[in-house]
């Protein structure tokens, strides 16, 4: 695939950009050469090569979640203004 100067203009109007015809020039011929660039990438064989996200081995980092204050339902309804024995009473809402 070869960038032509449509393309150039269609991606100056898509990125609000106001390009000189120097700075067209350069960036087809940028854009070509990154294309260029993929293509040689796509000719290498990674069959063997198993897939990843990330570079690093990433396992879970996040802490175990464990209780540490228990069920204090009793004392957290006494700051209630009502309640129904098990939970809040609040005004309805819409």
């Given at each position: 695939?070869?960038?032509?100067?449509?393309?150039?203009?269609?991606?100056?109007i898509?990125?609000?950009?106001?390009?000189?015809?120097?700075?067209?020039?350069?960036?087809?011929?940028?854009?070509?050469?990154?294309?260029?660039?993929?293509?040689?990438?796509?000719?290498?064989?990674?069959?063997?090569?198993?897939?990843?996200?990330?570079?690093?081995?990433?396992?879970?980092?996040?802490?175990?979640?464990?209780?540490?204050?228990?069920?204090?339902?009793?004392?957290m309804?006494?700051?209630?203004?009502e309640?129904?024995?098990?939970?809040?009473?609040?005004?309805?809402?819409?």
């Amino acid at each position: 695939m070869q960038i032509t100067d449509e393309t150039i203009e269609y991606v100056g109007i898509l990125g609000k950009l106001e390009l000189s015809d120097e700075e067209k020039e350069q960036a087809k011929k940028d854009l070509n050469d990154m294309l260029d660039y993929v293509g040689k990438l796509n000719e290498l064989d990674t069959t063997s090569v198993e897939a990843m996200s990330h570079t690093f081995p990433v396992s879970n980092v996040m802490r175990e979640d464990v209780v540490t204050n228990g069920d204090d339902k009793e004392n957290m309804l006494k700051n209630a203004p009502e309640s129904n024995g098990d939970a809040y009473i609040v005004p309805e809402t819409f």
